[in-house]
């Protein structure tokens, strides 16, 4: 028996049943049912197109000093360039998944591109992870976001390496270290004292101490924490004379109790008597694959029915045909040698099963249905629905009262890429899904040209690119290059991340891929490994329940820069027909005007794209021209949530380090300073201006700017958007928040003494009550308030401390009757309390922050890319004594080829002999993408 199916991508439906002997008709109702499930599908991606995001950076790893460069490919669902979004967001975050750094940048036609720096006052060492995405793509989870993981190096702060391996004795849960401490000289640190400390994150579980032999040996053992999280576990090792100089070492060992092994059927269940295929992940303590071995016995018998080996990673494939009523078990094989017993999932004696065969050298694929009797005997009707990109391309209808159904559908009905089939029942939800891949290796393909093999140092070195489809036919499109030394940058181009991996594979993916470059190799054990991977990988897609629901989007595209916001009344109700001026303050000046809606909203679009100004926003209503008292509020786009975001650990560089990391760092640190003298003729020295600041307005009962520290507002306006929070912490010299002595409560400290937090001269404490006398209760009270601010708020901060700038307010709160005055050690109150007089923009003190009619706006800035360093040795005697030492040669992010398919840069080598590796990557932003590599001899190497 065959299913009835439809070809979708040209929309038009031949709804007919291939039967074994003739053709048969659809029954109407059922051919209705299933166009508007098709529909339903449409009319979902139509509202919510899906928007794909890939960044090429310059190399997998950096160093404090370093500049991150990248290019960024904003694509649609189809691998067109998405018209949705003209601003791209990119962060850095830390290994706290603080953002420590965040940047904007304007899109066009799908592309961008820029830069982040990692200064030494700014960045420390540790592992950071580059987050990207647009407003729309908000609309679709954090998982639809770009992430890149690496390590940043600081040479300056790390003179060890460290050889270190580690072992569990499962006997007695000991863990031994065995660990070798040398310099970057390679020479060992012989015979010194240490101190040892075993962290569980942050929470110190042992502390010790020893010394290490003359070789740099030393042998740690300990036991192991029963609820210690192994990827959380680190020894530090610590000199005990200059405690400045440690190394943390991650503890690498796995317990075969908490190995995360599971074995998932196809398409959801095991039934009795349907051929199971049944994909199987092993994942260690640390978040990576482990290989394993093993096999399956059912628990009737205790008979061994089949044996199974991880092809990659830890994933794997077993076949068994599972009986009725019999249970099962896999008795695993670990890497250490350690042995566990994992159950397989529970027979079902009811089901559906999808099965799907996927040969790589056939240009068909096998799907077959599997039912079960009791539900054959319902005589109800289910729906396989096959889609790639966000396009429904396979329909097929399965009839009613037939217990197996096979059907051969042609790959060419999909693009390259992951497909998703969904059997659906008549209530639209989704019984079965199954992933394939479908390879028609269409990819671009590029050739790149160095005019000769090998070149010598300080040589000029031409590139040519030629870009064709499949069909040999030139193509036009948008690529980058990142030209890297091989003896300081670590590549693996079969298992690296590319365009390719992430466009075509694991963009639709749920969770981490470990070295996706692999499935996309020659390998023999490849292609199976990949149906593993997709047989235990979690789709990246919409609820079912959408299709029906149809919801709307909460984040709107930003087609362009632009200032959005609304106009309400005192009384918070929105504000029609009011006029609002904008104003650009500073180099790049201009004024535009609009009106609100009847909503009381408004709309600046289509702003230039500056990399730095302030906005001045007033309302006006009538003829009068003047501001009028009401409450300007913005639309902005914040920083999405970091608190629960699982990122990736990369080990610190100078454990078991390579000898191309070795040397990247080594160099680092006097290239940076070598690049300021080939750009600057000099090191450069900060100079540090500092004034007496005065704040216009200020309610300061001593006089305006007489305080013991003035934050003024230039140094407040530099901060953009931080909250005043944040702001406070940063810029109020001795500011602490700590805990009350004897208490459990927090609160805020200027050198010791209790803050008052004082807005436009309106004290915020005094109209503290506490309600439910939990912990922390007058923190969250104040804290509410800070996080309410945003620097834009604030036209400065006083901080007042001493006895002479303090006693004013102290005498008003006496005369106030405030008992909440801080008593000091004599017990007079008020000495031991610190004032932060605060003055707002709007001057309505704590409880109104945008009001009579004027906002001043510093937007976040629209980055503008830098200008990549490429030195120029028209004389390769010139300039000999600037130690040439790039470690990224070449980054070129602005490459478009011509009508011919061609497009041509060049580049200086350096001074080493070594090779370099060209990484060239792109899309024709219609519909395909490219990478290739090419390596090129420098110095006869």
């Not at 290019?71 to 962060?91: A, M, Q, T």
């Not at 009797?373 to 097929?396: E, H, T, W």
Request: glycine share 8%.
């Amino acid at each position: 028996m065959n299913m009835s199916f439809y070809k979708i991508p040209l929309k038009f439906f031949v709804i007919f049943f291939l039967f074994s002997g003739g053709v048969f008709k659809v029954d109407a109702q059922e051919r209705q049912n299933i166009q508007q499930v098709i529909s339903k599908i449409d009319t979902l991606h139509s509202r919510m197109p899906g928007e794909k995001l890939y960044l090429q950076l310059d190399k997998p790893y950096y160093a404090v000093g370093d500049t991150i460069w990248f290019k960024g490919y904003i694509l649609n669902s189809l691998l067109n360039y998405s018209p949705l979004s003209g601003r791209l967001y990119v962060e850095l975050l830390n290994d706290s998944n603080k953002i420590v750094k965040r940047i904007a940048l304007a899109a066009g036609l799908g592309i961008t591109w820029g830069d982040i720096e990692l200064p030494p006052d700014e960045i420390k060492e540790g592992t950071y992870t580059i987050r990207a995405y647009t407003n729309w793509m908000r609309n679709f989870g954090q998982e639809s976001f770009f992430y890149q993981n690496f390590y940043v190096a600081n040479p300056a702060s790390q003179d060890w390496l460290v050889d270190a391996n580690a072992s569990l004795v499962p006997i007695d849960n000991k863990v031994k270290m065995n660990i070798k401490l040398s310099n970057m000289q390679n020479s060992a640190i012989a015979s010194k004292e240490l101190q040892l400390k075993l962290l569980d994150g942050n929470h110190i579980i042992y502390k010790g101490a020893a010394q290490t032999t003359i070789d740099g040996i030393l042998n740690v053992d300990f036991l192991l924490p029963a609820n210690a999280a192994i990827k959380h576990l680190a020894l530090v090792a610590q000199d005990k004379i200059n405690i400045k100089q440690s190394v943390i070492i991650p503890v690498n060992v796995s317990r075969a109790k908490d190995a995360d092994i599971q074995f998932m059927p196809e398409s959801g269940d095991m039934v009795a008597g349907i051929p199971a295929h049944i994909g199987f992940k092993a994942i260690g303590e640390d978040g990576k694959g482990i290989d394993i071995s093993g096999v399956i016995t059912d628990n009737t018998s205790g008979k061994e029915i089949l044996s199974f080996q991880s092809l990659y990673k830890g994933m794997g494939i077993i076949d068994l045909l599972p009986v009725a009523g019999e249970t099962y078990t896999a008795r695993i094989k670990l890497p250490d040698g350690e042995n566990k017993e994992v159950p397989l999932p529970a027979v079902q004696s009811s089901g559906t099963v999808l099965h799907i065969r996927n040969p790589a050298d056939k240009d068909t694929i096998t799907v077959s249905v599997f039912i079960t009797d009791d539900i054959v005997k319902k005589n109800m009707p289910l729906y396989l629905i096959g889609q790639s990109r966000d396009v429904v391309c396979f329909a097929a209808t399965v009839p009613v009262g037939v217990p197996t159904i096979s059907v051969r559908v042609a790959k060419s009905l999909f693009p390259t890429g992951i497909a998703h089939f969904t059997l659906l029942n008549t209530s639209n939800m989704p019984v079965n899904e199954r992933l394939i891949f479908i390879n028609h290796n269409d990819n671009l393909k590029i050739d790149i040209k160095t005019g000769q093999q090998s070149y010598a140092p300080r040589d000029s070195i031409p590139v040519k690119i030629i870009v064709s489809n499949t069909t040999g036919q030139p193509v036009v499109g948008s690529f980058s290059a990142a030209v890297t030394d091989d003896g300081q940058v670590k590549r693996n181009k079969a298992t690296s991340p590319s365009i390719l991996t992430h466009f075509l594979l694991t963009d639709d993916l749920k969770g981490f891929v470990e070295d996706p470059g692999y499935y996309f190799t020659d390998d023999k054990d490849a292609w199976q490994a990949l149906d593993a991977l997709l047989l235990t990988q979690g789709w990246i897609g919409y609820d079912w329940k959408n299709i029906s629901t149809l919801p709307k989007p909460l984040f709107e595209p930003e087609l362009s820069n632009r200032v959005k916001g609304s106009v309400t009344t005192l009384f918070n109700k929105p504000m029609d027909h009011a006029d609002v001026v904008l104003i650009s303050t500073g180099k790049f000046r201009f004024v535009r005007d609009t009106t609100t809606n009847l909503q009381g909203q408004f709309i600046f679009d289509k702003l230039p794209a500056i990399d730095s100004t302030t906005f001045v926003l007033e309302a006006h209503k009538g003829k009068s021209g003047k501001a009028i008292n009401a409450g300007i509020s913005l639309d902005e786009v914040s920083p999405s949530d970091t608190r629960n975001l699982s990122l990736p650990v990369v080990s610190p560089w100078y454990i078991n380090s390579s000898d191309t990391v070795l040397n990247y760092v080594k160099s680092s640190l006097d290239y940076f300073k070598e690049l300021e003298i080939a750009r600057y003729g000099h090191v450069l020295k900060e100079v540090v201006v500092k004034a007496q600041a005065e704040i216009k307005g200020s309610d300061n009962l001593n006089g305006v700017g007489n305080a013991n520290q003035v934050i003024g507002e230039d140094e407040v306006k530099d901060a953009g958007k931080m909250s005043l929070y944040d702001l406070i912490l940063k810029k109020v010299e001795g500011y602490t928040v700590s805990f009350l002595p004897k208490s459990q409560d927090r609160n805020f400290f200027v050198r010791d003494k209790k803050v008052r937090f004082v807005f436009d001269g309106v004290d915020l404490t005094r109209f503290y009550e506490p309600i439910t006398g939990q912990t922390d209760e007058y923190y969250y009270y104040i804290k509410q308030y800070l996080d309410n601010f945003t620097a834009e708020d604030i036209k400065g901060i006083e901080v007042l401390y001493s006895a002479k700038y303090i006693a004013s307010y102290i005498n008003r709160n006496i005369a106030d009757n405030d008992e909440l005055l801080a008593l000091d050690a004599t017990g007079q109150r008020g000495s031991d309390n610190a004032f932060l007089e605060i003055t707002t923009r709007s001057g309505n003190g704590p409880f109104m922050t945008k009001a009579n009619g004027v906002y001043v706006y510093k937007p976040m800035p629209t980055t503008l890319p830098a200008n990549f360093y490429r030195p120029r040795y028209l004389n390769k005697d010139t300039g000999r004594k600037f130690a040439d030492l790039r470690s990224t040669i070449d980054w070129e992010p602005n490459i478009i080829t011509n009508k011919s398919g061609e497009a041509s840069f060049t580049f200086f080598a350096a001074d080493k002999s070594t090779t370099y590796t060209i990484i060239l990557e792109g899309s024709d932003l219609n519909g395909a993408i490219g990478y290739q590599v090419k390596r090129v001899i420098i110095g006869g190497k």
